[in-house]
């Protein structure tokens, strides 16, 4: 049986894919933002969870107007983080698992 070890929330905005993208971490206007960050990464350090349940807003980076679906469950061994900032190879690949219409599907 699975424990809960907690939920966090947080409030983003897309401009922190740039700002990850030209190496503003230290910079005053950004710094706090990812101090803030720290820690919550700490936190998942220590606890180093089995598994991590994402709820987000996909702002039509995988799914279209056309096809745009209420909620969606996604089970994979791994995804790319979809990045609306110009430079993707700063970002780390999360460990997922995806299912597509109830069936598995490769990744």
Known sequence: MA???GGIAVSHTPTIGFAVDHHKQQDPAWSPIFQSFEPLQRWLEE???DALVYIFNDHVTAFFFDHY?????????Q???AMKAADHAVCRRSRAMRRSQGTLAPA
């Not at 209420?70 to 061994?77: M, Q």
């Open 79 to 81: 995804y790319d983080v």
């Open 69 to 77: 679906s209420t909620f969606t469950l996604g089970i994979d061994s």
């Open 3 to 5: 424990n809960i070890l």
């Open 47 to 49: 606890k180093k969870p």
